[in-house]
């Protein structure tokens, strides 16, 4: 239901021409008027790929003044892409995600799917380029979106999930999509061993994961400190640092 409910929203209220809406976002930095999607245009005016950023169990909130999200959304704008904000909370009016009890895993993947299929079609996005990275639990619906992707040409085309919510994740046989899986050693919320069972199920050739020593559950956001809430999440500047790196790499 939230799928269709999505793109209901998207086509079913007087749109503006292409390149008027696209104006309209560029002016205001951030959005697509008042439409569900939120989206960040690079200043080129060619076709761009697209990374859907979809957020951990929270959504698109601020910690300690910093929004980690719209930090890596204007650093995906400056390099040329096409960001855009997946927010499976705000149209079903929750807060929080209920550890999966508010929004589960294949709804959060229906509604990837259903912004994966809305921006392939717009004029400013190049259509064989929509990738998508997922934090925790936005990352298992990542995952849950790569399972449940229809055959024939893949709505994505490359996935980076960040300490991936692994519970229920199965392995996928979609082809045409790689994937990039980073984890913290020390993450105790998002444990890395329930992810095995979608590491060794699936191809090296198409999932890259990566073990970051001495790194806790939120290990790239900067608005969290080394330690936080028992020790159980934690900000980790080297681990931030170097797995930003990689992902810019690997959407090149």
């Given at each position: 239901m939230m799928a269709v409910g999505i793109i209901a929203l998207l086509t079913g209220r007087k749109r503006l021409p292409c390149i008027a809406l696209a104006a309209v976002a560029m002016a205001a930095n951030v959005s697509l008027a008042a439409e569900p999607l939120r989206v960040f245009l690079p200043s080129a005016d060619t076709p761009n790929p697209a990374v859907l950023l979809v957020p951990g169990c929270s959504g698109f909130v601020a910690r300690n003044g910093i929004n980690h999200y719209e930090e890596r959304a204007r650093e995906l704008q400056a390099a040329g892409y096409v960001a855009v904000f997946v927010d499976y909370l705000g149209p079903r009016q929750l807060t929080d995600c209920g550890g999966g009890r508010n929004v589960s895993?294949?709804?959060?993947?229906?509604?990837?799917?259903?912004?994966?299929?809305?921006?392939?079609?717009?004029?400013y996005v190049a259509a064989d380029k929509i990738f998508a990275i997922g934090w925790s639990y936005g990352g298992g619906?990542?995952?849950?979106?790569?399972?449940?992707m229809p055959p024939g040409e893949p709505l994505l085309t490359r996935a980076v999930t960040y300490y991936p919510d692994c519970r229920g994740a199965m392995p996928w046989s979609a082809t045409g999509v790689t994937t990039l899986m980073l984890m913290g050693a020390l993450d105790a919320v998002a444990?890395?061993?329930?992810?095995?069972?979608?590491?060794?199920?699936?191809?090296?050739?198409?999932?890259?994961?990566v073990l970051y020593p001495n790194a806790r559950h939120g290990f790239d956001m900067r608005s969290l400190p080394e330690r936080g809430e028992f020790g159980r999440i934690g900000y980790n500047a080297d681990a931030a640092k170097t797995s930003w790196t990689a992902v810019l790499e690997f959407l090149r």
């Open positions: 895993q294949p709804e959060v993947a229906a509604d990837i799917l259903a912004a994966a299929r809305w921006i392939k079609q717009q004029p619906g990542v995952l849950a979106a790569l399972t449940a444990i890395p061993a329930l992810c095995e069972r979608v590491i060794k199920g699936v191809s090296p050739n198409i999932l890259r994961s």
